[in-house]
């Protein structure tokens, strides 16, 4: 892993193509992911983006934004306000293109010191994003961020195996993440697991009944067709994630499984479909 300590020239990126209707801004801490060789790295649409690999190979690579709670500090009023200029929230998708609890947070902090100073200066809505059980190291930080703001946090579990054949493992556990869920829910805190993208599910009643009894809000269920950046889900075609999920179950690799768990998942908890749900759509 090649880690490069590097000052960012911005830290909230104004939304655009997907992303406009889930949020106002995105925030990355991080660029590259270190859980980019985990499972959730092969099909990672990420790696696809040259403008940010910059020729380096997904995973093998992390640059820490060293200023990034500065430069939150310094622009979060300017960005507030184009945001409500133009009547939308300013809503903060953490992250869209790395993973905040990734394991270079646990060196760095970065993660950490961005929502501190979201503590003072609080979005309308942050919407956490993680694979990873790490977020419990800052749950103090979250009870007091989900008083001052619309706090979401999203903690991805594609499906309920722990490894498809021929992927690596998670970076997480499923238990872990469960788990995690669980810890953070009881807390009163808003959690919602992503199913996506969604993998073969082996009893999709238990996963969902299960899910339903950590105290979870909702699920999105997001299919990588239509939910990865492309409608026909070209970029993941391009990897080795579809045949893995095929070896599994045949049909999966098509949309109408997307419908037919989605139907399930809605006898248990509300579900918000692909960027719908993203952006905090849900129903039952
Ligand atoms: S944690 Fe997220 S950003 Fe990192 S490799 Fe996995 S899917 Fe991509």
């Known amino acids: 892993m090649q880690t490069n300590l590097l000052p960012s020239k911005n830290i909230l990126t104004r939304s655009s193509g997907y992303l406009k209707e889930i949020c106002s801004h995105s925030l990355n801490p991080y ?78 902090r ?65 238990e872990q993440r469960i788990s995690a869920l669980e810890k953070l829910s009881t807390q009163g805190l808003k959690t919602i697991v992503c199913l996506s993208p969604l993998y073969p599910l082996n009893n999709p009643h238990l996963f969902f009944q299960r899910l339903e009894s950590t105290g979870v809000t909702a699920v999105i269920i997001d299919h990588f067709i239509e939910g990865d950046g492309t409608t026909s889900g070209s970029r993941t075609l391009k990897t080795h994630l579809p045949f893995a999920m095929s070896q599994v179950q045949e049909d999966c690799v098509h949309l109408p499984y997307r419908d037919q768990i989605i139907d399930i998942a809605r006898g248990y908890l509300p579900v918000g479909v692909s960027a719908q749900g993203f952006a905090g759509h849900f129903s039952q």
């Open 31 to 108: 660029s590259g992911c270190g859980f980019g060789l985990s499972s959730c790295g092969v099909g990672c649409y990420v790696r696809f983006n040259p403008w940010l690999t910059r020729g380096r190979k997904w995973g093998e690579f992390v640059d820490i934004k060293i200023n990034a709670e500065q430069l939150y500090r310094q622009t979060v009023t300017r960005e507030k306000n184009w945001a409500h200029k133009r009547a939308i929230p300013f809503t903060v998708f953490m992250s869209s293109s790395t993973d905040p609890w990734q394991p270079a947070e646990k060196k760095y």
């Open 110 to 174: 970065i993660t950490r010191a961005i929502l501190q100073a979201m503590q003072d200066e609080p979005p309308d809505t942050l919407i956490l994003q993680t694979h990873s059980a790490n977020i419990l190291d800052d749950q103090e930080t979250l009870q007091e961020l989900s008083q001052r703001c619309n706090l979401r946090i999203h903690i991805s579990i594609e499906g309920d195996r722990n490894r498809l054949p021929g992927l690596p493992p998670p970076p997480s556990s499923i």
